[in-house]
């Protein structure tokens, strides 16, 4: 989480100078603390451990005391001149510091007057009222805000830019492609998105769960597409879009995680339940689940599942609201929106794969395995790789992050009809039970 100090370039490069100057002084001043201890611990008497010892009772000791008090003496001379051409040189150090610290702080006015006013009220901090400070540990409230959010300020400006209390831009496709650059969750705003025209009382359930829902459920302005029937057509074109035939209820949605392939890829919802005790699944999310099915399927199971989906290439997350299900408008990069051991079951099909950066993926099942309870399920559906990836990168690391294996499926993806090297990997894990 960020803070506007943290935005504007410049006064941070000020900061880091200043941070070395500062460093800098420190190490003059304590240069010269450390002369003025040794300095002084030449003289003083009662510093037993390092002060000259008197001998009255031998002169020639007595003098060779003396002469070597004397030429400390002269030594001392040296070392205090030495200092105060130090100090002087601290002072103007000082000097240029405070010269600095004064201007970046100019710099800092002028960097929190750069943020409009929305952006800068949706950015925060905003002072709590007193006496509800000590529950929060802290005295001000920042809004969340992705960390993205930071290096693209001009577009954050742009999304900000709206009059309050009136309808937002049309901006739906720019909002979502700020979300996938790192600003997610974005700042919130203070306008109406536009309702759609002729809008409609959904379908009821559970009849909604099978139908498409009405073209007026939706704007369509972010759409090459204007209506479902569009959508689903689309599923002839050779253009491949994300998630192609989700739309079409009554095509290959219709048969899905019905069946239980024995052995092969695709497991049945139907098994995967039956591998734990009747009843104990009850709540889950499927992450990037498409046009819902999958929560479907398991609602018809009395299952509730959340489904996580981006809107790309089409209206995903009003559609599976239009099922009367669940959607969550979350990044594959976002942190689970759910508390430590909580979810029954995660499913994701096709969407972890190898897309995605090893180091985000593997922050990413640890978050999977974070939100399952003890005995929670993670049903891996069609993991894709190749066959060098799966055996050097994706095994261990899914090894590595602690889930039991329940089911283990690794085959070859045809690709009309030709083996390649490219394979899938599914598989049903389990959160130890401690
Ligand atoms: C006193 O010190 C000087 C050098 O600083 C040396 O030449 C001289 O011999 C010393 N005298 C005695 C009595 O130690
Ligand atoms: C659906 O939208 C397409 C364009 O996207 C249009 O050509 C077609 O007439 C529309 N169909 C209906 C039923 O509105
Ligand atoms: C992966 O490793 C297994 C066992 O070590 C081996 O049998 C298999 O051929 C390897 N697969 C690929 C695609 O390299």
């Known amino acids: 989480m960020g803070s506007i100090e943290e935005q504007p370039k410049r006064s941070i490069l000020t900061r880091n100078s200043i941070c070395s100057k500062l460093k800098i002084l420190l190490l003059v001043v304590s240069t010269n603390l450390l002369s003025l201890f040794l300095f002084s611990c030449t003289f003083d008497p009662k510093w037993s451990t390092c002060g000259p010892r008197i001998h009255a009772w031998n002169s020639a000791a007595l003098l060779h005391e003396l002469n070597a008090t004397r030429s400390d003496l002269s030594g001392s001379r040296t070392l205090a001149a030495d200092l105060q051409r130090r100090l002087a040189v601290t002072n103007s150090l000082l000097q240029t510091l405070l010269a600095e610290v004064s201007r970046a702080r100019e ?14 009220l949706a950015m925060g901090p905003h002072k709590l009222p007193l006496g509800f400070t000590s529950n ?12 993205g959010c930071f290096k693209f300020q001009d577009e954050l400006v742009e999304y900000m830019s709206y009059e309050v209390g009136e309808e937002c831009p049309s901006d739906d496709i720019f ?3 700020l979300m996938l650059k790192g600003c997610e969750p974005l700042p919130r705003r203070r306008c109406h998105p536009r309702s759609p025209a002729g809008y409609i009382e959904p379908t009821p359930f559970p009849v909604s769960l099978w139908t498409t829902p009405p073209d007026t459920s939706i704007t369509w302005d972010a759409y090459t597409c204007k209506n479902y029937t569009c959508l689903i057509n689309r599923n002839k074109e050779k253009k491949s879009y994300d998630c192609k035939d989700c739309f079409d209820l009554n095509g290959r949605e219709k048969t899905r995680w019905l069946l239980d392939d024995a052995g092969g890829l695709s497991y049945g919802i139907d098994a995967v339940l039956a591998s734990k005790p009747r009843g104990t699944i009850r709540i889950g999310l499927d992450i990037g689940g498409g ?13 509730t599942i959340v489904t996580s989906t981006m809107n790309f290439d089409g209206p995903f997350n009003s559609f599976i609201a239009g099922r009367g299900l ?3 408008h979350i990044s594959i990069a976002h942190r689970l929106p759910f508390f430590d051991g909580t979810l029954d079951i995660v499913h994701s099909m096709h969407v972890l794969c190898n897309w995605i950066p090893d180091v985000v993926l593997e922050f990413a099942l640890y978050d999977i395995y974070r939100v399952l309870r003890p005995g929670g399920l993670f049903w891996l559906d069609h993991f894709f790789c190749t066959g060098a990836q799966l055996n050097a990168t994706y095994v261990p690391m899914l090894e590595g992050v602690g889930f039991k294996k329940l089911r283990w499926t690794t085959g070859r993806k045809l690709d009309r009809g030709v083996e390649k090297d490219e394979w899938y990997l599914s598989a049903l894990l389990e959160k130890p039970m401690t």
């Not at 929060?136 to 809004?143: G, H, K, Q, S």
């Not at 046009?291 to 299952?303: I, L, N, Q, W, Y």
């Open 291 to 303: 046009s819902g099915t999958f929560a479907a399927r398991m609602r018809e199971r009395k299952v």
């Open 107 to 120: 710099d800092d006015v002028a960097a929190a007057d750069e943020l409009s006013g929305e952006l800068k």
């Open 175 to 177: 909002a979502q492609r």
């Open 136 to 147: 929060l540990d802290t005295d001000e409230l920042y809004p969340a805000l992705g960390a």
């Open 326 to 328: 669940v959607p969550l």
